[in-house]
């Protein structure tokens, strides 16, 4: 089917936003702007104000961008279109306010948009969820960022909701209840992040950054709140900065270079190695793999030590038996 050229417009703005190429994207909003009003369609006219809110918060013209998402949000009202419209314009309007230091005006439009994908029963909730409780975890307002996550979780059961959104729930509740001080139950959280990660045969980019940014806090958990747990804080810097997109790598590779038990560090990131061990049990960890207890009875062969590379049998994620890598291809 061939486009109109108000699609071919739209189309030259979302290519020149990918490319990062402003004015480029400011030519192609103005023939879209030329074609919306040629047509005189209101649906066009408000998809064509969303639109020009995107341009402006690409090019950090964050006043400009939150007056074209509330006309948007007016006409898309006036319409009465569909739940799942409106609550997009909410979503871009509280990141916009967020930006603009509006905490209290991004709190409202993110509760918005939960409200309204509640009440179409919406399996985005799960993501709109998340977004409010970043905002709330922004603010400081700690319990209430926590029960917004653990509602995400509970949005997500039963629906087939990507699993980089379920992770991102459980890595909100894993930074609340860090913030809280409430640090084992932190670590649970994060921990569960990790066999997110690592149920994925081949984990895409939003996924993997979810997990690398879980390894990163379990590193600060590691090094900050636990006692002893400073390989393990090494080892989970280091997935981090394996994984990590730039701003997480480079946080991680900053916490690096200041662990001396960093300077142990060697191999391969995403094969199964010793992290931490006690009397009778240890963690065993990878880059890509579950953070994962096994105890001392599971194993096999010589004693293992910190960093030992290992062999790991697992049904499902509990570990059956674990031995020192006899280097085996990986996989």
Known sequence: MTKTAWERAYDAVG???????????????????????????????????????????????????????????????????????????????????????????????????????????????????CSLGGQLLHMGRLELALTAYQSAEAAAEGRQVPLHEVAKAYLGQGEALRQSKRYQEAYQRLAIVTRLGARAAQPWPALVDVVARAWQLIGVLCRYAFVEREAMAAAAFWYAAELGEPEVAARARAELRTLQEAQDLEGDPFRYRVVHREDGWMILAAADGALLQASAERMVGEDLAIWDEVDVELDGLEVLSVGKSAGKPRG
Not at 27 to 42: F, I
Not at 89 to 108: K, M, Y
């Open 15 to 129: 290519a020149a936003l990918r490319d990062g190429d402003i004015p480029r994207a400011d030519d192609a909003l103005s023939m879209l702007w030329r074609e919306a009003e040629a047509r005189g369609v209101d649906e066009l006219v408000a998809n064509t104000h969303f639109t020009e809110g995107r341009v402006h918060d690409a090019a950090r013209r964050f006043e400009r961008a939150e007056a074209s998402f509330v006309a948007a949000l007016d006409l898309d009202r006036a319409l009465g279109r569909a739940p799942g419209v409106i609550a997009d314009v909410f979503h871009s309007l509280g990141i916009v306010r967020r930006n603009l230091g509006d905490d209290d005006g991004a709190l409202d439009a993110f509760r918005n948009e939960v409200e309204l994908l509640r009440e179409a029963d919406s399996p985005h909730l799960t993501s709109a969820l």
